[in-house]
């Protein structure tokens, strides 16, 4: 592996991090030159100069080898998780370095986990740097990097396949080129759309942007201390809906329906279980909180009960409502949610829809199979036949996945936390969601966790946005031929 | 950007800036808490000599009526005394007030005004006779002679107005120094501030330099080390010239022209 090319690429993506926070730091100057401006400032010009370092000295690489692309797409999310905490170290305040590597992972893994008690205290700049990070890592750090070189060749398409998770390469039939529109056009026009929605709504613009950023980027950071509940208005809650089922949607899709062609959202089959999951979901959390008198009439319970399903589905995390004190099913159809969150593709983590789907077909098919030995089935998505290697991979997955959670689980009680909480904590983090239950409920955070589980949840953020595999590889890079 | 000689002046330009701005940085921040300390000392400065003016007032206004009201020493030296520490007295109180107006504390400035202009009021009363007046208009009205004498007036009325601002002075100072709590507590978080700035830096000029020195092995050291043992093989043992770097640099150069000079003189 050529390490240093792996690092000339890393130092791309520093410097496109490098520019947010000059970003960043204008925001904080038009807002009175708030306290964060020098904090962005000398952190936009610390990261530039780590990032423009190796672009000085390699040269441009023309071929990138699947090994190096891993290592520039793990290298880079974990060195913009480094980096992304330097403006809130420098600019002090609750940021001690385990809060400031924490709020960096959740923001750029687009869990939206908090350890900040008061939010509206951070200033405008920081607040921007926080949502923008977000923004990044939503659509992947790597991508972003590659979308300001001027030319990459064949390079661009091999950091690609590492950087979408193996269902959502398989259901991608575009060139390489079209991908790049896809994920420009589409993200940043759905951030633009939900930005003046929410200024139309009620919002002022800057709320409107930051939003806008954490709701399409799927993360949930808010600029209020209660969330989208600080704003208790109908409209907000709708567009932001809007904006996070959207993003929790295979993005190939929403371009081919967008530029009319045949495989779109009204066709997919994913994204049909993905609109029916959050519908029954909602209506029946619904039925149940009106039922046990929590809300005065249906449409109040149903105005929650969807905002919340919608959030946790689609790994925003986003709150209206203290879902702490909902009725047990309302709590285990949630729980459930945040497991298969959106569809691959998409900025949401989790297990996602996809895999849902395929595990649910490969169930079937073993019955039918059990009652004709000799038939021969096939299963298909979308009218597509998925290989055997494909079915073994999301079986894989799904029981690496609950491994997993169920290690996170018992970490978390080691540590004094009650069931509950470990459990949701274990979920929530591995499928980048950010509130569970019971200590970290919607309206509370992470601050209250011990150190070790604070440190805990950010691995365990690193190893769901990752793909679970993503993050084993990266201890066999040695091993990897 | 393509020369050696430019990469070399651009990455150490780079550690130099980094340094220049880890240094600036530093100095703007420390420059900061040198001020917020130079205000924190003159703010506990000022409360500090508030109060001791107070008590210093308070004392001579105390000996001026106790010389006036129970020795019997009715002299102009002690008037004047009296009249200059109930200045004083109100001057003090007003800068307090001054000081404390928009903190949380703003109650115990107003009691301190409060209590002083009683204290003021009580010995304007002394002095303007208005005692005298009141114990002969008693002494007048009842055939048994009053009980109110200038020692008891002081006892049962000044003392307790001394007392009173005397107590609420004490309470002056302490709060005056509660004030300064927070003050203190921002102060270290932006001492804090000014040395992690610096650290940062520092911990990122290490990363350049460890880079610097990753690069300089890896893209210059090994190729020449490379073209150097290639030359020696093919001047020693007629080895055919293949150093095997992939460089668009002057070592590319370099490595082009050697074979052009090999292949010139085998012709």
Redesign the interface.
């Known amino acids: 592996m050529r390490v240093h090319v792996v690092i000339r690429y890393i130092g791309m993506v520093l410097v496109f991090l490098a520019s947010f926070m000059l970003a960043a730091a204008g925001v904080s100057l038009i807002n009175n030159h708030d306290s964060a401006f020098y904090p962005l400032l000398l952190s936009s010009f610390l990261t530039a100069i780590l990032g423009l370092f190796p672009l000085i000295f390699v040269e441009r690489a023309e071929e990138i080898k699947t090994k190096e692309g891993y290592a520039i797409v793990v290298g880079s999310w974990l060195v913009a998780c480094v980096v992304g905490t330097i403006p809130y170290l420098i600019w002090g305040g609750e940021f001690t370095l385990v809060n400031a590597w924490f709020e960096s992972v959740s923001g750029f893994t687009t869990t939206g986990a908090s350890i900040l008690n008061d939010i509206e205290f951070l200033p405008r700049g920081l607040l921007f740097w926080r949502s923008a990070t977000t923004w990044i890592g939503g659509i992947g750090v790597v991508m972003f990097a590659l979308v300001i070189l001027p030319a990459l060749g064949r390079s661009r398409q091999l950091l690609y396949n590492v950087e979408l998770s193996t269902i959502a390469k398989d259901n991608f039939h575009y060139r390489s080129r079209e991908i790049m529109r896809i994920l420009i056009f589409v993200y940043v026009g759905l951030t633009l759309v939900t930005t003046v929605l929410l200024k139309l709504a009620g919002m002022c613009w800057f709320d409107a942007a930051t939003h806008a950023m954490s709701a399409c980027g799927t993360s949930g950071f808010s600029t209020k201390n209660a969330s989208v509940a600080f704003f208790d208005n109908p409209m907000i809650e709708l567009v932001m809906m809007g904006a996070m089922t959207v993003s929790g949607i295979h993005f190939g899709i929403l371009y081919a329906t967008l530029t009319g062609r045949k495989n779109n959202i009204f066709r997919s089959e994913i994204v049909r279980v993905y609109i029916a999951m959050m519908l029954i979901a909602s209506i029946v959390i619904a039925a149940s909180l009106f039922s046990e008198n929590i809300y005065p009439s249906f449409i109040e319970s149903l105005r929650h009960a969807s905002f919340q399903v919608v959030s946790i589905t689609t790994t925003s995390g986003f709150a209206t409502a203290d879902t702490n004190l909902w009725t047990p099913l309302a709590i285990i159809l949630l729980i459930f949610c945040s497991i298969i969150c959106g569809c691959a593709g998409s900025t949401s983590g989790g297990m996602k829809v996809d895999r849902l789907v395929l595990a649910l077909k490969v169930i079937r098919n073993r019955v039918k199979l059990q009652q004709h030995p000799n038939a021969i089935i096939t299963t298909k998505t979308d009218g597509m036949v998925q290989g055997d290697n494909v079915l073994s991979l999301v079986l894989t997955f799904i029981v690496a996945y609950l491994l997993l959670a169920l290690l996170g689980t018992i970490v978390y009680a080691m540590f004094g936390c009650d069931i509950m909480t470990s459990f949701t904590a274990s979920i929530s983090c591995i499928s980048n969601v950010g509130p569970g239950f019971g200590e970290i409920g919607s309206f509370d955070n992470y601050a209250d966790l011990p150190v070790i589980l604070r440190l805990n949840s950010t691995v365990l953020m690193l190893v769901g946005r990752l793909e679970i595999f993503g993050f084993i590889q990266l201890f066999f890079l040695r091993s990897w031929r | 950007?393509q020369g050696v000689a430019r990469?070399m002046r651009?990455?150490f330009l780079?550690i130099v800036?980094?340094l220049f701005?880890a240094g600036a940085?530093s100095l703007?921040e420390l420059e900061r808490v040198s001020h917020d300390t130079e205000q924190l000392l003159m703010a506990s400065e000022q409360s500090v000599e508030i109060a001791g003016d107070m008590l210093s007032a308070l004392s001579d206004q105390n000996d001026a009526i106790i010389y006036m009201a129970v020795v019997g020493d009715s002299s102009s030296r002690y008037r004047l005394e009296c009249e200059s520490s109930m200045s004083m007295l109100n001057s003090a109180a007003q800068r307090a007030y001054d000081i404390m107006a928009s903190s949380e504390y703003r109650g115990i400035a107003d009691s301190l005004g409060k209590y002083t202009r009683e204290l003021n009021q009580l010995a304007r009363e002394w002095l303007d006779g208005d005692v005298h007046r009141r114990i002969e208009s008693l002494n007048l009205n009842d055939s048994i002679p009053s009980l109110l004498t200038p020692r008891s007036w002081y006892v049962d009325e000044y003392k307790v107005g001394y007392i009173n601002l005397s107590k609420q002075v004490s309470q002056y100072m302490t709060s005056s120094q509660n004030t300064l709590s927070p003050e203190v507590s921002r102060l270290s978080?932006t001492a804090?501030?000014s040395v992690?700035?610096v650290f940062?830096?520092l911990l990122?000029m290490f990363?350049?330099v460890m880079?610097?020195y990753?690069?300089l092995k890896?893209?210059y050291v090994k190729p020449i080390l490379r073209i150097n043992r290639s030359l020696g093989d093919y001047l020693t043992y007629k080895v055919p010239f293949d150093s095997n770097i992939a460089?668009?640099d002057e070592l590319g150069e370099l490595r082009d022209r050697i074979e052009t000079l090999i292949s010139k003189s085998n012709k």
């Open positions: 950007m990469r651009v990455a780079s800036m980094l701005f940085t703007l978080h804090r501030r992690t700035p940062i830096s990122v990363v350049v880079m610097l990753f690069f890896k893209l460089c668009r």
